[in-house]
C-alpha cells in the first residue's frame, strides 16, 4: 500500500490569510448625533462644553468611527474637533462610519505586506475568516502582490478559483 502523501501540504503555494492582518482592538463609534439639539442642529457653545466634559479615557484601546447617524447638516470642523480630543489620549480614529474604519485598517496592514515574498509563486488569497474582512480588503491585498505572483487564486490551497495568471 503507498504513503498518502499530503500535496497541498508541500506544494509551493503561498496562503495569503487577511485573518492574520485583522486588528483585535474593539471597534466603537463616536456618534455626533448625540450632541445635536432635537438631533438636528449642532450648538458650538454647548458642543465644545460636552467635549470638555466627557471621559475620554473610555476610548483608550479601542478603535473610533466618528460619524454622525442623524439627517442633519454638520459642519466638518465638528468631526476634526472630536478627532483632536482622541489624538491627545493616543486613540486610533477615522471621520467615517464602521467600514471606513476597517478599510482604514486593512489599508495600513495590507501596506506593510511585502509584494517580493510572493514573487514568481503561487498564491491562495484565503476566503474563510473568523472575522470580518471587508470585500475592500480583497481586493487592496491583490492589487498590491499581482505584479509580483505567479499566479493569484481564492479560497483554501484544497479548493480554489483561479484569479490571476501572469504572462510568460
Known amino acids: 500500500m503507498s504513503e498518502i502523501v499530503n500535496r497541498v501540504a508541500s506544494s509551493p503555494i503561498i496562503t495569503l490569510n487577511l485573518e492574520d492582518l485583522y486588528r483585535k482592538e474593539e471597534r466603537v463609534v463616536f456618534d455626533l448625533k448625540d450632541y445635536l439639539f432635537q438631533e438636528l442642529i449642532l450648538r458650538e457653545k454647548e458642543f465644545r462644553a460636552s467635549l470638555k466634559d466627557l471621559d ?3 476610548y483608550k484601546g479601542k478603535l473610533v468611527a466618528i ?4 439627517d442633519a447638516i454638520v459642519p ?3 468631526f476634526i474637533l472630536v478627532g483632536t480630543f482622541l489624538g491627545k489620549i493616543g486613540v486610533e480614529y477615522v471621520i467615517g462610519d464602521l467600514l471606513a474604519l476597517e ?25 474563510c475568516s473568523k472575522f470580518p474582512v471587508p470585500l475592500y480588503a480583497y481586493g ?8 509580483y505572483a505567479k499566479s493569484i487564486m481564492y479560497g483554501e490551497p484544497c ?3 483561479p484569479l490571476y495568471k501572469a504572462p510568460k
Open 159 to 161: 479548493s480554489t478559483v
Open 56 to 58: 475620554w479615557e473610555y
Open 103 to 127: 478599510q482604514y485598517l486593512f489599508e495600513q496592514a495590507i501596506s506593510n505586506i511585502n509584494p517580493e515574498e510572493f514573487k514568481d509563486r503561487p498564491v491562495v488569497v484565503k476566503g
Open 76 to 78: 466638518n470642523w465638528a
Open 67 to 70: 460619524t454622525c447617524t442623524a
Open 140 to 147: 487592496r491585498a491583490v492589487m498590491r502582490i499581482q505584479g
